[in-house]
C-alpha cells in the first residue's frame, strides 16, 4: 500500500511557507522517488522512516479528464 499527502508547513527557521509531502512507499517505489528527488531538487530536506504497519480504509480513486 503506498500514498501520499502535502501540506502546506511554515518553516520554524525562516518562518516562511514550504510545502510538505508524507509518502508511504514501498522498496520500489521507494527507490524511483529518491532518483526522482535527486534529479529535482539534490537539496531537499528530508527524513526517512521504517513503517511497521499501516491501518486505513482506501478510498477510491478518482478519474480525471
Known amino acids: 500500500n503506498s500514498g501520499a499527502t ?3 508547513v511554515i518553516g520554524a527557521y525562516d518562518y ?3 510545502k ?3 509518502v ?3 522498496k520500489e517505489e ?4 529518491m532518483i526522482f528527488i535527486e534529479k529535482t531538487d539534490p ?3 528530508m527524513t526517512i ?4 504497519e499501516i491501518m ?3 478510498k477510491p480513486i478518482k478519474k480525471t479528464r
Do not use: D, G, W
Request: glycine share 0%.
Open 56 to 58: 486505513y480504509t482506501p
Open 16 to 18: 516562511q511557507k514550504h
Open 24 to 26: 508511504i512507499a514501498n
Open 6 to 8: 502535502m501540506y502546506e
Open 30 to 33: 521507494y527507490r524511483k522517488l
Open 20 to 22: 510538505e509531502l508524507v
Open 43 to 45: 537539496k531537499a530536506f
Open 49 to 52: 522512516s521504517n513503517i511497521n
